[in-house]
DNA sequence: GTTGACAACTTGTCTATACAAGATGTATTA
DNA sequence: TAATACATCTTGTATAGACAAGTTGTCAAC
């Protein structure tokens, strides 16, 4: 009986509005829920998943942030068309992750791996001292198009070094599944610039084009600054694509 | 009795847990919860606010959505820095609202107004119909300098008509307060372009520069899409900055 | 026929309670 | 001394219940 009780939690692994919110999400990528139509009612959904409203509530609202539906008091919750907005770039997502889902014959190059001190100037982020790090520079080339230069700063106070194999392949899934690091949030700056030399190099830029760079920082849970990345994109390759819920700017007086 | 009860709803307008969420927010920023330090702990904002645990944490998850705050179980909620990510961007903010909060000098030059159809292509979305829309372009200038040329699609089955007056000044204001339309969500794709002549010329651009276009589509919260917008940015004065927290990319099998 | 009241649905807000799980200091024990 | 166990904080998850508020159809009254 213990051990039943254990294979339960391990196979859950998540809670238990987690797994209805993946549920009804996949329902609704499978067309079980089709776009425009209402989803069951949330005492309805308390019956089918045996839980509380609340736990349902959870679920919704998580579906509702992700642009899955839309909720009309009175009415129900009602099914968006998620189809024009597959490329979740506005989360943190990594390149391996991103080229899983496109289904792009996509490959890294990585051009240097060593240690180095993070530019904070360029990140406009002002700090005392250095900040030690280990600085990858990999070229991400997609169907035989050079489109991306990444610079990754990783900080040598979280991470002490990084495996040449695994600049390589994904330093994501690196440090959340081998180090078992927590990644949380990151802020993020784009802005149009014109490339180095070396930059219209790699990209094999026409004369006088602009790229698009795209800074970030990101954070662990435990609100760590652990990495600078610097993305240099093809402004003809580029593209990005969000959505948002109108949040109206309050003010006090 | 009655007369003090109505205007204590009247004041109060929002949610309990709205209220909260906006009086920690401002405490944040005047810095009475200073960055890097623990809120009260939930139980503590309990006895603060006189409500309940679920109530407060309701406020909390809106603060950490926002990116003011991140919880740390076992520990607490902690301030995080948001001086530098001031520029929201990434939600849906109208060009008057960001001026406000930017404090800069901005004019808008009404450029056309207009009965026309929207140009459904350009939104990379299919419609078996023409959908009949006011067109208004608009110049932003700043500080002297034009920056931003605005092309909007008002969805006629949606609003009749747009006077002139509100052109040269807020839509979403309009939208929101004079008729009472609950703007919602909205979806937004970036990318770099090269500029039409017109473009060139409205921006004052130099030879063989690309320009930023950022399209959007905005929808009421009864899922109604009203907006189809078109904004060319010089490059060099655009900037975009985001908050994301991380969300894995989960799949079944 | 039109209007209005109402019932029966929906989602939204709020409360009170319980227990799980992570963090941390303080004893107790080996 | 070092390790362990425990108490006591914290946030995380889940439940059951109550009432407010928006939507819609029905039925009665005019």
Redesign the interface.
Same mark, same amino acid.
């Given at each position: 009986m213990k051990a039943f009780y254990r294979k339960d939690v391990k196979s859950a692994l998540k809670s238990k509005y987690d797994v209805i919110q993946?549920d009804i999400a996949?329902k609704i990528i499978h067309g079980v829920y089709p776009t425009g139509t209402f989803l069951p009612s949330e005492n309805q959904l308390c019956d089918l998943y045996n839980t509380s409203r609340?736990t349902i509530r959870k679920a919704l609202s998580a579906l509702l942030?992700?642009?899955f539906i839309?909720k009309?008091q009175g009415k129900g919750s009602?099914v968006?068309d998620l189809s024009?907005?597959v490329f979740?770039v506005?989360?943190?997502?990594s390149f391996k992750?991103l080229n899983q889902?496109q289904n792009m014959r996509a490959e890294t190059r990585v051009l240097k791996l060593e240690d180095s001190i993070v530019p904070t100037q360029l990140f406009?982020?002002e700090s005392a001292t250095d900040i030690p790090a280990t600085f990858i520079e990999r070229l991400r080339v997609v169907n035989g198009e050079p489109v991306v230069i990444d610079r990754d700063y990783i900080v040598k106070d979280v991470i002490d070094e990084v495996p040449m194999n695994v600049a390589s392949d994904s330093l994501y899934s690196y440090f959340e599944d081998t180090l078992g690091l927590e990644?949380? %949030?990151?802020?993020? /700056?784009?802005?149009?610039e014109s490339p180095s030399h070396q930059e219209q190099q790699l990209l094999d830029l026409p004369f #006088?084009?602009?790229v698009?760079v795209v800074r970030s920082e990101t %954070?662990l849970?435990? /609100?760590t600054l652990f990495q600078f990345t610097e993305s240099i994109h093809r402004?003809?390759k580029?593209?990005?694509? #969000?959505?948002?819920?109108?949040?109206k700017?309050?003010k006090?007086h």
């Open positions: 993946l996949n609340e942030e992700q642009g839309q009309i009602i968006l024009r907005f979740p506005s989360g943190i997502t992750e889902t406009n982020f990644i949380s %949030y990151a802020t993020k /700056t784009i802005t149009v #006088d084009k602009d698009v %954070y849970a435990d /609100t402004a003809d580029f593209s990005f694509a #969000d959505f948002a819920r109108r949040k700017i309050k006090e």
